[in-house]
């Protein structure tokens, strides 16, 4: 089993900036995905951003690139992700997952079905 559990999340004035951050306990993995996905009411839940194990690849949704920023420290089992210039339509509550394996295999980053494990969530709202 893993356990992940989000902090950061929060109201912020649009325009302005919020850093998520979302801890790993349990299980660990040769190699891994992890990402983050946001769900706002009524809608399906999207891909944010994500990161390999290593570090070494990123990805990001349309929505986000060049807003935010996902970042990993291995050493804690942490990843977070900075966001920054948040819009109203940001606003949605945060959830941060794992996929087991190689992001070039089942661990389809930007697939909320490629992951394994999920945290409970950190709402997010951004006022106009």
């Known amino acids: 089993q893993v356990q992940l559990v989000e902090s950061g999340g929060g109201l912020v004035q649009a325009g302005g900036s919020l850093r998520l951050s979302c801890a790993a306990s349990?299980?660990?993995?040769?190699?891994?995905?992890m990402g983050w996905f946001r769900q706002a009411p009524g809608k399906e839940r999207e891909f944010v951003a994500a990161i390999t194990w290593s570090g070494t690849y990123t990805f990001y949704s349309d929505s986000v690139e060049g807003r935010f920023t996902i970042s990993g420290d291995n050493a804690k089992n942490t990843i977070h992700l900075q966001m920054n210039s948040l819009r109203p339509e940001d606003t949605a509550v945060y959830y941060c997952?794992?996929?087991?394996?190689?992001?070039?295999?089942?661990?389809?980053?930007?697939?909320?079905?490629?992951?394994?494990?999920w945290g409970q969530g950190t709402q997010v709202t951004v006022s106009s």
């Open positions: 349990g299980r660990t993995f040769s190699r891994y995905v």
């Open positions: 997952g794992v996929a087991d394996g190689d992001y070039r295999g089942t661990a389809s980053p930007g697939s909320a079905n490629s992951y394994d494990y």
